[in-house]
């Protein structure tokens, strides 16, 4: 659980990212382990925060949602260029899925196409031409037609329960500040790091 006071500084960040212009103030890179100790890495779009973690959603049958399931511990990271000299959010902790009620919760809130995409997706399979795809986008609006598109069972939410958090915020001269808080049981404890 984030406490009160690392949950706050998060979310004036994010507020102040959002008022700044940035086009995706929610990207975060999402860092994961395969099974073999591959580590891969990508972008991923924040859909929450609260006092248990960090939410996203995506296709469990992904080679992140394969790379999750193998190796649930994940690392998270925020960059706001536009903010102050620069501001990063570094996140380390074990993911885990969401519970069926608040995935079909963010699945309704999603557009239809975004729905149906969800349906036609193999995500991270091999895709034999683009028209392959578009057929399964028509299949699946033909399947959906005149009613709603109910959530997918091979796709939902995870939350990362952080256990280690970093505050980055950038200087001149490289002179930045790091603020490190580390959770030990259900106690957090921060520290200043050399930049």
Known sequence: MLNSEIL???LRLLD???ASGDRE???MNLATVDSSGRVASRIVLLKG???RGFRFHTNYQSDKGSQLEAHPQVA?????????DGVQVRVEGASRKLQDEE???YFASRPR???IGAWASLQSQTLPDRDAFEQRVARYEHEFDGRDVTRPPHWGGYVVEPDMLEFWYGAEFRLHERVRWSRHGQTWTSRLLYP
């Open 8 to 10: 706050d500084t998060f």
């Open 25 to 27: 103030p929610t990207a």
């Open 76 to 84: 998270l990271c925020f960059h706001w260029k536009q903010l102050r």
């Open 49 to 51: 925060v609260d006092e």
């Open 16 to 18: 102040e990212a959002k």
């Open 103 to 105: 995935s079909d919760a």
């Open 113 to 115: 196409q975004s729905q």
